[in-house]
Structure formats: structure tokens, C-alpha cells
């Protein structure tokens, strides 16, 4: 891959992902891999009772990109609804796609800029938002269940 893609920024997100452990007792979790470049993510969420995301477990085993990604979800994440989390995605995905100008308002979103062009690492950018909203999804099907 290009030297350009794997910038200074992404490297130092890549290494202070928060919340790199797995939560003992998750209302939700999820376990997604990437079929293009095999990365992994679970993430394990813990809601409030309004449904708010209260604690976020990850484990990640991923490429540069998508822990640089993983990080700015974490730090970001805790207070936020499904509904919050999906739509950060979402303009996140269309920024990749070219359809909007900026990859989001969440800092350091703009540290992925570089990615853009690389359409096959766009997977894996997504993948930790991806593990979260499956593992809220999950939360919420076992809360409907009860």
C-alpha cells in the first residue's frame, strides 16, 4: 500500500485504541470479519436504561486502518444512541464513496482522509462501526426477548 495511506496520524490512532477489553457481562455483542482483508472485530456494549451506549468492550485484530478507526469510535462512542453511531457510519461511508466532502465531525475522522482513493480498505475502515452497531442490534433483540 502506499506510504501516503498509512500516515503518521493513522499509526498513532492504530496504537491508543480505548476500551481494549472485553466486557464481562455485555447487554450485546458481535464478532465481524472483514472478507476482503481478514480483519476482525467483537465489540461488546453495555446500554443505560434510556439506551445510550454506557461501556464498549473491543477486540481488535486488524490492519492499521481499521484500529485507527476502532479508536476514534472509541473515544467517541460512550453517551451516543444506535442511532447516533449509525449515522456517524454512514456519512463516514458516503465520505469513502466521494458522495460527501468530510469523513464526519467526530475528531480525527479527517485522519482518514487518505483512504478515500483506496476503495478495498473501505471495509475495513468501516468494520469496528459495523462490530458495534451488530452488537447494539444485539443488545436490543435480547432486550425485546425479555
Known amino acids: 500500500m502506499s506510504g501516503a495511506l ?21 447487554d450485546g455483542t458481535a464478532e465481524l470479519r472483514s472478507r476482503t482483508c ?4 467483537a465489540a461488546d456494549v453495555a446500554l443505560t436504561d434510556g439506551g445510550t451506549l ?8 486488524a490492519c492499521a486502518l481499521s484500529q485507527a478507526s476502532a479508536a476514534i469510535l472509541g473515544a467517541q462512542a460512550i453517551g451516543k444512541s444506535g442511532a447516533e453511531i ?4 454512514a456519512h463516514l461511508a458516503a465520505f469513502l464513496e466521494g458522495e460527501v466532502d468530510s469523513p ?41 426477548a425479555a
Open 86 to 89: 449509525e449515522s456517524i457510519r
Open 54 to 61: 454506557q461501556d464498549l468492550g473491543l477486540e481488535i485484530s
Open 104 to 144: 464526519g465531525t467526530w475528531p480525527d475522522m479527517d485522519k482518514l482522509t487518505a483512504a478515500q482513493g483506496h476503495k478495498g480498505r473501505h471495509a475495513a475502515i468501516l468494520l469496528p462501526y459495523d462490530a458495534v452497531i451488530a452488537a447494539l442490534a444485539d443488545a436490543a433483540a435480547k432486550q425485546e
Open 38 to 41: 481478514g480483519s476482525k472485530v
Open 6 to 26: 498509512y500516515t503518521r496520524e493513522i499509526l498513532r490512532l492504530a496504537v491508543s485504541i480505548p476500551h481494549q477489553q472485553r466486557l464481562d457481562k455485555p
